[in-house]
């Protein structure tokens, strides 16, 4: 039988990530009943790109009841901006509805809290859609340690890159205030620091941060002038902006091809109402870091060295897990349209025992976003887990809360200049 999906924010990642392969892949086991947002012209813009939703009912903000009442979904798609999860995830519970909801599950410890509490008087579930989990590497990573290859984790060096694309592109949109998106620490690191704690098997303890906002906002080095209020559309000074001139000549934008991120560039396009995605990156309301060195101590005695900056000239990351048996080496590039130099044709895991021959592992990729993850991600979602799996993959509430916990530990850490307890920030009892 079908299940019956209602999607609440009917957001890009919505759009590419679940609403299409709903209509297309998964036609015969899903069904998308609702659609609601609070700007109308995003449901435009769905029933634009699938006319076969043209009959799909539309809800605004405050319907969530309503249409609860008349679509009767089995499952609340939770997919609009991040600042929105917490309240329509615990209106699904309150209905008794499973959820599935994009990362961050929420932007604060205490809205992961009042989730938590929502779940445990609900017949609902939560499930919080890592893809980052399903990718090839990150897959063979979690199997290798699962296997005792390194044994028990002792430490990890995670340091991620986000390319200058990809890294204004939060700048340019709602995710550069941090009422909205938690901050970076949150809506980008909780994908990082979920990694961790899902290869690892451990939980976060404590953090201590150090963090800073150095590419962007009105001091930014490159701003070409302080004035607030400019879009790239139609910035005067545009030509004179290296964010913008890197990847667009004047007569026209420079094809990158960006899966979820769309017309970042000159979002002037008009998909949202009285909002646009290409903002100045150097507007003085911008309110969140773009750099982080964090420590993080966990359960069963890891700790981790992270850091992330939002503005590198390529993307990918570097990491090193060591444990009593061994150590995994890797570093991924992302983005290859996108890096200017040559890189390595495959990626590959470089295992090294504590004693022995080294070995290296030739991962087989897949396509699909995120490194293939997103469509297997998808088959586990829409035909329940892969039965042939022999670990969790899915993640639940709360695993959703403690990489946030972990996000929100390291910017108080950052803010107050001292180490933060996560269960502290989750409120756990
Ligand atoms: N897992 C991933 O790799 C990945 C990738 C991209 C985005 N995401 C997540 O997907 C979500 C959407 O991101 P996006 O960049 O596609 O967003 P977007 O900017 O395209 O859309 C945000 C949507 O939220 C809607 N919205 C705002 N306030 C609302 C309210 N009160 N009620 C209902 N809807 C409201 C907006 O109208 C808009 O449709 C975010 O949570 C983001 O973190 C995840």
Redesign the pocket.
């Known amino acids: 039988m079908k299940k019956r999906y209602a999607v609440?924010?009917?957001?890009?990642?919505?759009?590419?990530?679940f609403i299409g392969p709903m209509l297309k892949t998964f036609s015969q086991h899903a069904e998308l009943v609702g659609l609601?947002?609070?700007?109308p012209?995003?449901h435009e813009?769905c029933k634009t790109k699938f006319p076969e939703t043209a009959s799909v009912p539309e809800y605004?903000?405050s319907d969530f009841d309503l249409m609860v009442k008349e679509t009767k979904p089995d499952v609340i798609i939770?997919?609009?901006?991040?600042?929105?999860?917490a309240?329509?995830i615990i209106k699904a519970l309150e209905h008794d509805l499973d959820v599935m909801?994009?990362?961050?599950m929420a932007t604060t410890g205490a809205d992961c809290r009042r989730i938590m509490d929502a779940e445990a008087r609900s017949k609902g579930k939560v499930t919080v859609?890592?893809?980052?989990r399903y990718s090839p590497i990150h897959t063979r990573i979690k199997e290798m340690i699962l296997e005792g290859k390194v044994g028990r984790v002792t430490s990890i060096d995670l340091n991620w890159y986000i390319d200058t694309y990809h890294g204004a592109s939060y700048f340019k949109?709602?995710?550069r205030i941090r009422e909205i998106?938690g901050g970076l620490s949150i809506?980008k690191s909780s994908?990082h620091f979920d990694l961790v704690n899902w290869w690892t098997g451990q939980k976060p303890v404590e953090a201590f941060a150090f963090g800073a906002l150095n590419y962007y906002g009105p001091n930014g080095e490159l701003n070409p002038k302080k004035e607030d209020g400019r879009f790239c559309g139609t910035c005067d000074v545009k030509q004179d902006c290296e964010y913008f001139t890197r990847w667009s000549t004047r007569s026209k934008d420079v094809a990158v091809k960006d899966d979820?991120?769309?017309t970042v560039q000159t979002g002037e396009k008009g998909?949202?109402?009285g909002?646009r995605?290409d903002m100045c990156i150097y507007d003085s309301e911008i309110n969140i870091e773009d750099t982080y060195t964090a420590t993080v101590r966990y359960d069963q005695g890891a700790l981790l060295s992270y850091s992330v900056n939002f503005s590198l000239p390529y993307e990918g990351y570097r990491l090193a897990i060591n444990g009593t048996k061994g150590r995994i080496e890797t570093t991924e590039y992302h983005m290859p349209n996108r890096i200017p130099f040559p890189i390595p044709e495959q990626q590959t895991i470089e295992y090294y025992p504590l004693f022995g021959s080294k070995e290296i592992i030739h991962v087989v990729m897949r396509e699909g976003?995120?490194g293939g993850g997103?469509p297997v991600l998808l088959e586990d979602i829409f035909l329940g887990p892969d039965p042939k799996r022999k670990y969790a993959i899915l993640s639940g509430s709360q695993d959703g809360a403690y990489s946030i916990g972990t996000g929100e530990a390291v910017w108080r850490s950052v803010k107050e200049g001292r180490p933060v307890k996560i269960e502290d920030v989750l409120q756990v009892k």
């Open positions: 609440c924010g009917v957001s890009n990642r919505a759009i590419g990530m609601l947002d609070v700007d012209r995003r813009v605004g903000e939770v997919t609009g901006r991040d600042d929105t999860h309240r329509y909801t994009e990362k961050p859609t890592f893809n980052y949109r709602w995710n998106s809506h994908h979820h991120l769309g998909g949202y109402t909002y995605p976003g995120h997103d």
